[in-house]
């Protein structure tokens, strides 16, 4: 496991993307071991709030020196870091959480599905398998406002579902599957925990291995606060219960493992 750093990041540019969405590129050396499904804490500059908001990494750029954040405005942390500008500094603690593990889509079909804000840690996933696979990503938005798809399109076979049926088809990202009749052996996913465990049920009916990220659970990000624990079906060494944090034992766990 990679060290974790807290670092002062540079922003380089940051745009609105969709409705209430950002994308931030922001120069870091936190860049050089993050791997993709991890994500970062981000702090803010009011000390009232000592525990940083976890983000997940979307990207990292091809040196290694930069990381995009994209990221959903939904209280007073994330909207103090919409209003930062290129040259400004925030401070931000990473890698954090373990990844996708991609060694388990080697030489598999493998399709990585997104829903809502857990589109975006997809996308250096869907990068760096696509280096040598083809990969499949069915990736599901409100409406037409399909952020990142036309970059996912640059990596991979993309589908798209839509609740209001703008684009793609009309439904979740399950439905998406079974239309355009995907078959696979692995499903990397993230996104909202009804999503995840449609994911869940989908793949255990049809033999499939799934590995979810619980991302959207985290709340401090660095178990402080144990706002993310999380039940599972084997006992903790430590704990003597069958719960885990999804901060520090994810974000991602294979869906067996999972009593949800
Ligand atoms: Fe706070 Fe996990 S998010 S302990």
């Given amino acids: 496991m990679t060290k974790k750093m807290k670092k002062e990041a540079k922003v380089l540019s940051q745009k609105l993307l969709a409705d209430g969405i950002f994308d931030l590129w922001l120069e870091t050396e936190i860049a050089k ?9 981000v702090y803010t500059v009011n000390k009232a709030a000592l525990l940083p908001r976890p983000i997940s990494v979307c990207e990292v750029n091809k040196e290694k020196t930069a990381i995009r954040l994209v990221y959903r405005v939904v209280g007073t942390g994330t909207a103090e ?6 040259g400004d500094y925030m401070m931000i603690l990473g890698p954090l959480g373990n990844g996708f593990p991609l060694e388990k889509a080697e030489g598999k079909r493998v399709v990585l599905m997104g829903g809502g804000i857990g589109v975006p840690p997809l996308l250096e996933t869907a990068k760096r398998l696509g280096e040598g696979t083809d990969v499949i990503t069915v ?10 798809s036309d970059e996912f399109e640059k990596y991979s076979r993309l589908y798209i579902a839509s609740d209001d049926g703008s684009v793609g088809t009309k439904g979740n990202v399950i439905d998406a599957l079974k239309e355009n009749k995907i078959d696979c052996d692995v499903i990397f996913a993230c996104g909202p925990m009804p999503m995840l465990r449609g994911i869940k049920a989908y793949a255990q009916e049809n033999g499939i291995k799934a590995y979810l990220s619980l991302e959207e659970k985290m709340a401090c990000g660095v178990g402080a606060c144990l706002g993310c624990i999380c039940k599972t079906k084997k006992v903790d060494d430590h704990s003597h219960v069958k719960n885990a944090r999804i901060c520090t034992d994810g ?10």
């Fill in 251 to 260: 974000p991602v766990f294979d869906a067996d493992d999972l009593d949800m």
């Fill in 33 to 41: 071991d993050t791997c993709p499904g991890q994500f970062v804490g």
């Fill in 139 to 148: 990736m599901g938005y409100r409406n037409s406002e399909t952020f990142l």
């Fill in 81 to 86: 870091f919409a209003l930062y500008q290129p």
